[in-house]
C-alpha cells in the first residue's frame, strides 16, 4: 500500500450502533487529520494530531473520539451518531506546515 | 485569522477552452504557504501544487499554471485547453506558521461538457 488509506470506504450505521473509521499512512509523516465533509459545505477540520499526541479538536461532538496509536495510525470512533452525521470522513497525512496527503474518505451514512 | 475566498462556486466550460479559477487569500503572517488541490467525483483531494511566500514566481505544469500576486492577496489557477477529465472541485488553501493548520477556501465545481 502506498500514500492515504482508509477503511472501509462505505458504511451505513444505526443511530444505536458503534463503529470506527481506521486510516494508515505509508509516508512517514509526524502529522494526521481528520476532516468532515458534507454535501454543500466546505471541509471541516475536526482533529489534528502531531507525533501522536492530539493538538486541535474544534469543538467536535464527544460522539466522535479519534485515536492515534502511533504515527502511522489514527481511528474516529463513532458512538450514537445523528443522521446530520453522514457525511464524508477524510483522513490526511502531513510533515508539519507541509502539503496533507489525502486518503481516498469513508462515506458515512447514519439512518 | 486566516482567510481563503474562493468566490465562484461553479463553473461551466465546454471541452478545450481556458479557464481560470479565482482564490484570494488574507493573513497577517509574513510567510505562509498556499495550495491548490483537485476533488474529482471518487471523493480523494489531490494534491496539486505548494506555494511559499517568498517565491512569487509563476508555474507552469503541462496544461496547469498558477498565478502567485502578493499585491493583490491572489493564487489563480489556469487549465488550459480544458478536458472532461478535469471535472471536479478544486479547494485553494493556506497555511502559515502561527496557524499550523491549513485552512480551506468553500471549492470551485468545474464541469467541462464534451
Known amino acids: 500500500e502506498t500514500g492515504v488509506t482508509q477503511t472501509p470506504r462505505h458504511l451505513v450505521m444505526g443511530m444505536t450502533n458503534k463503529k470506527s473509521l481506521k486510516c494508515e499512512q505509508h509516508?512517514?509523516?509526524?502529522?494526521m487529520y481528520w476532516y468532515k465533509q458534507s454535501a454543500k459545505k466546505p471541509l471541516e477540520l475536526m482533529f489534528v494530531?502531531?507525533?501522536?499526541?492530539?493538538?486541535e479538536n474544534n469543538s467536535v461532538p464527544s460522539r466522535f473520539s479519534p485515536e492515534c496509536p502511533n504515527s502511522s495510525h489514527l481511528f474516529l470512533h463513532l458512538h450514537t451518531l445523528q443522521p446530520e452525521d453522514s457525511a464524508l470522513y477524510l483522513c490526511?497525512?502531513?510533515?508539519?506546515?507541509?502539503?496533507?496527503?489525502f486518503g481516498p474518505g469513508t462515506r458515512l451514512t447514519v439512518l | 485569522a486566516q482567510k481563503v475566498t474562493q468566490a465562484q462556486t461553479e463553473i461551466s466550460v465546454v471541452e478545450k477552452e481556458d479557464v481560470t479559477l479565482d482564490c484570494v487569500y488574507e493573513?497577517?503572517?509574513?510567510?505562509?504557504?498556499l495550495f491548490w488541490y483537485k476533488q474529482p467525483p471518487s471523493g480523494e483531494l489531490v494534491f496539486l501544487i505548494r506555494?511559499?511566500?517568498?517565491?512569487?514566481q509563476n508555474e507552469i505544469s503541462g496544461r496547469y499554471s498558477w498565478n502567485f500576486q502578493k499585491s493583490t492577496s491572489s493564487f489563480n489557477f489556469t487549465i488550459t485547453a480544458s478536458q472532461v477529465v478535469d471535472s471536479a472541485v478544486y479547494f485553494c488553501?493556506?497555511?502559515?506558521?502561527?496557524?499550523?493548520?491549513?485552512?480551506f477556501g468553500s471549492g470551485t465545481q468545474l464541469t467541462v461538457l464534451p
Open positions: 506555494r511559499n511566500s517568498f517565491d512569487e
Open positions: 488553501a493556506l497555511i502559515t506558521g502561527s496557524a499550523r493548520q491549513l485552512t
Open positions: 493573513t497577517r503572517d509574513t510567510t505562509y504557504y
Open positions: 490526511a497525512s502531513s510533515q508539519t506546515y507541509n502539503e496533507q496527503f
Open positions: 494530531y502531531s507525533l501522536e499526541e492530539r493538538v
Open positions: 509516508l512517514g509523516h509526524n502529522a
